[in-house]
């Protein structure tokens, strides 16, 4: 299984319909983030969060939001959705007081989102 | 926002060619990473480096931190086909800034 699962995986939607997608991780790390890939974009920070209650504004945010239910649990929402929200969303984490690299994110495989 | 030019955007390659990519940047960082995104994955990490002129190898790959904080390559010798994907460079500004990502470069290796 993977450490970092998001679902769904696929999804198609209409325009004005609100959109949840979810996060979880079985890694124990404390930071969590939602990025956004566009082609020839490269990754995007959407919203980030370095424990339960502590939410921060990534780089794009706008339409966006998250909630951070658990340690291992991040979701981001669409409330409206629109076309150009049309992208494929990472989670990721990372482990400040852990072992791996300071700076290396672990993420899951990615929620293609379309919105007609 | 802050942007590191990474290029080239893409590359067409013959099998056991040695590749060659970078990033730039107009701000000092104080980390650089390379990722690797494989088709319908998420990115790994590949290498990391922490100190100006710092090199580190990872088997055919080579990283370098640039001696002015500012830019950072990374060579891949000998492409296979498992090479394909998008590398990623990404600058980090102290200990706990996020990562500020460059747009990739697309790699494909023809056998």
């Known amino acids: 299984d993977a450490d970092v699962t998001q679902t769904p995986r696929n999804r198609i939607t209409k325009t004005g319909k609100r959109i949840m997608l979810e996060c979880s991780q079985t890694?124990?790390?404390?930071?969590m983030y939602w990025y956004r890939q566009d082609p020839g974009l490269g990754l995007r920070l959407i919203y980030y969060s370095f424990d339960v209650k502590d939410i921060n504004k990534g780089e794009i945010s706008d339409g966006y939001s998250v909630s951070r239910q658990a340690q291992a649990k991040f979701s981001l929402s669409l409330e409206s959705a629109i076309p150009n929200q049309t992208a494929l969303y990472f989670c990721a984490t990372s482990d400040f007081h852990g072992t791996s690299f300071p700076g290396e994110l672990f993420f899951g495989e990615g929620s293609r989102l379309t919105v007609l | 926002g802050q942007q590191l030019n990474q290029s080239p955007q893409s590359m067409f390659i013959q099998e056991g060619e040695d590749v060659s990519m970078n990033c730039t940047s107009s701000s000092i960082f104080n980390t650089w990473l390379w990722y690797k995104q494989d088709p319908g994955e998420g990115p790994v990490l590949l290498i990391a480096l922490y100190k100006a002129g710092e090199l580190t190898s990872n088997g055919r790959l080579t990283a370098q931190f640039g001696i002015t904080r500012k830019d950072s390559f990374l060579n891949i010798s000998a492409s296979i086909p498992s090479d394909v994907g998008i590398y990623f460079c990404a600058g980090q500004k102290g200990s706990q800034g996020n990562l500020i990502f460059g747009k990739g470069t697309k790699l494909s290796v023809k056998p």
């Open positions: 890694k124990g790390h404390d930071r």
